[in-house]
């Protein structure tokens, strides 16, 4: 079962959330879209010009200034049906989602979904069209005219952007449309060992699976940001003190969010490097926990897609 659900995870898509109780670390926390959690949609499309589509500012308090299409989350919309009404509303194109360029979080209660698209109609939006959701919207060259943008936090992605329409970083990867009612994470936590060994961790209550971690929502003051789940689950498990490990990135996410209150969560695929004292350790770290076990892959294609994956950093970014 854990080869299967690994398999699907790395072909892009989703594996079932478990009913609550059925976690790792952490208890359940009902995420509520509008009340203890707020999810952002940002859009960068680019013509064949490698131009890239912005929008003018009509909110009070930034009105004028430029920014990329970007807005919340409404309550019975999945992810990509929120990125196109927000698209769509700020400049006045239709578009289609590429692939999920990157994911920002402040907390696992403030999380914007960064997108790359493509435009495939509608009327680029102009002043005569201006409305409360935007002024105007034009194609830039990022040269000429200067425009004076709302906040600088949009050039990296538009380089993100740029950089994967040239070379993709990683296989091109939407949100699997599961339901999930908290904001969780899925962790493959893997050790490379010497002779092209590879070991994933598991959790071993009921089916073998990979963890599954909760993050706090509440009190703000004192919830978790949202990876901190990861060190906390090495050390309920893992029998040295310290453990090296690295987070590589994402491999998808998974949302519907069809039934407000009952399906507002995220569940984030999350990867992890463990790395041994030495280049040359053969095995992966005792673990203390018995609710935990190292699986050794030996499926060589399964194993040959990871190692690819690992050494080339294949995954989406997480930015905090």
Same mark, same amino acid.
């Given at each position: 079962?854990?080869?299967?659900?690994?398999?699907?995870?790395?072909?892009?898509?989703?594996?079932?959330?478990?009913?609550?109780?059925?976690?790792?670390?952490? +208890?359940?926390?009902?995420?509520?879209?509008?009340?203890? $959690?707020?999810? =952002?949609?940002?859009?960068?499309?680019?013509?064949?010009?490698?131009?890239?589509?912005?929008? %003018?500012?009509?909110?009070?308090?930034?009105?004028?200034?430029?920014?990329?299409?970007?807005?919340?989350?409404?309550?019975?919309?999945?992810?990509?049906?929120?990125?196109?009404?927000?698209?769509?509303?700020?400049?006045?194109?239709?578009?289609?989602?590429?692939?999920?360029?990157?994911?920002?979080?402040?907390?696992?209660?403030?999380?914007?979904? +960064?997108?790359?698209?493509?435009?495939?109609?509608?009327?680029?939006?102009?002043?005569?069209?201006?409305?409360?959701?935007?002024?105007?919207?034009?194609?830039?060259?990022?040269?000429?005219?200067?425009?004076?943008?709302?906040?600088?936090?949009?050039?990296?992605?538009?380089?993100?952007?740029?950089?994967?329409?040239?070379?993709?970083?990683? @296989?091109?990867?939407?949100?699997?449309?599961?339901?999930?009612?908290?904001?969780? %994470?899925?962790?493959?936590?893997?050790?490379?060992?010497?002779?092209? !060994?590879?070991? =994933?961790?598991?959790?071993?209550?009921?089916? @073998?699976?990979?963890?599954?971690?909760?993050?706090?929502?509440?009190?703000?003051?004192?919830?978790?940001?949202?990876?901190?789940?990861?060190?906390?689950?090495?050390?309920?498990? $893992?029998?040295?003190?310290?453990?090296?490990?690295?987070?590589?990135?994402?491999?998808?996410?998974?949302?519907?969010?069809?039934?407000?209150?009952?399906?507002?969560?995220?569940?984030?695929?999350?990867?992890?490097?463990?790395?041994?004292?030495?280049?040359?350790?053969?095995?992966?770290?005792?673990?203390?926990?018995?609710?935990?076990?190292?699986?050794?892959?030996?499926?060589?294609?399964?194993? !040959?897609?990871?190692?690819?994956?690992?050494?080339?950093? !294949?995954?989406?970014?997480?930015?905090?």
């Amino acid at each position: 079962m854990a080869a299967e659900e690994l398999a699907a995870l790395l072909s892009g898509e989703g594996w079932p959330v478990p009913a609550a109780g059925g976690y790792d670390l952490g +208890v359940p926390e009902p995420a509520r879209l509008r009340g203890n $959690v707020c999810y =952002v949609v940002l859009a960068v499309l680019l013509n064949e010009k490698n131009e890239v589509l912005v929008m %003018q500012e009509a909110k009070p308090e930034c009105y004028g200034t430029w920014y990329l299409p970007a807005g919340r989350m409404e309550p019975r919309e999945t992810v990509v049906e929120a990125l196109r009404r927000e698209v769509q509303e700020e400049t006045g194109l239709q578009c289609r989602p590429l692939t999920l360029l990157a994911v920002e979080e402040r907390g696992p209660s403030w999380i914007r979904f +960064v997108f790359l698209a493509r435009p495939t109609g509608g009327t680029l939006k102009s002043l005569q069209q201006a409305d409360m959701e935007s002024l105007q919207a034009l194609w830039w060259d990022r040269e000429t005219p200067t425009l004076s943008l709302r906040s600088r936090d949009i050039l990296p992605l538009m380089d993100l952007a740029l950089q994967y329409n040239a070379s993709p970083h990683h @296989p091109p990867v939407l949100p699997a449309e599961l339901p999930c009612a908290s904001v969780c %994470q899925r962790f493959l936590l893997v050790f490379a060992g010497g002779g092209n !060994s590879l070991w =994933v961790l598991l959790g071993t209550a009921g089916t @073998p699976h990979l963890p599954m971690a909760m993050s706090r929502l509440s009190p703000p003051e004192l919830g978790n940001r949202l990876f901190v789940a990861m060190q906390q689950l090495l050390q309920k498990c $893992v029998a040295q003190p310290k453990v090296d490990v690295h987070l590589q990135g994402l491999l998808g996410l998974q949302h519907l969010g069809k039934e407000p209150g009952q399906n507002d969560g995220i569940c984030f695929n999350v990867v992890a490097a463990v790395r041994g004292n030495s280049p040359q350790e053969l095995g992966p770290p005792a673990l203390q926990d018995p609710a935990f076990t190292w699986w050794e892959v030996e499926d060589a294609a399964l194993k !040959s897609k990871i190692l690819q994956r690992l050494h080339a950093s !294949s995954f989406i970014p997480i930015h905090s």
